[in-house]
């Protein structure tokens, strides 16, 4: 079992940016693949970003593509989100999410992919 905790959340003005961390902690961080998905309030929780277990692959939502980064480093066992350009849409509370694959080039785009999650850190961002 893995366990992860967000941080770097906060509030923020339209065009800022800000860098989500994900930390993991329990297990090999190097054999999981990683999501990051958002939810605002009264909407479903979606998919943002997702990233193989060595980086090398990423994918991202179309409606972050271009300003969304999503990037790990597996000797820290941490993943982050580099978020540019935000926009008031872009406030949600944002998770993070683990897989465990044997696929070095495995992407999971959908919530029911993920068997382990985070708590969650909130983005504002103000117009």
């Known amino acids: 079992q893995v366990q992860l905790v967000e941080s770097g959340g906060g509030l923020v003005q339209a065009g800022g940016s800000l860098r989500l961390s994900c930390a993991a902690s329990?297990?090999?961080?190097?054999?999981?693949?990683m999501g990051w998905f958002r939810q605002a309030p009264g909407k479903e929780r979606e998919f943002v970003a997702a990233?193989?277990?060595?980086?090398?692959?990423?994918f991202y939502a179309d409606s972050v593509k271009g300003r969304f980064t999503s990037s790990r480093d597996n000797a820290k066992n941490t993943v982050y989100l580099q978020m540019n350009s935000l926009k008031p849409e872009d406030t949600a509370l944002y998770y993070c999410?683990?897989?465990?694959?044997?696929?070095?080039?495995?992407?999971?785009?959908?919530?029911?992919?993920?068997?382990?999650w985070g708590q969650g850190t909130q983005v504002t961002v103000s117009s």
């Open positions: 999410a683990a897989e465990l694959t044997y696929s070095g080039s495995y992407l999971a785009i959908r919530r029911n992919q993920y068997n382990y």
């Open positions: 329990g297990r090999t961080f190097s054999n999981y693949a």
């Open positions: 990233i193989s277990r060595s980086g090398g692959s990423t």
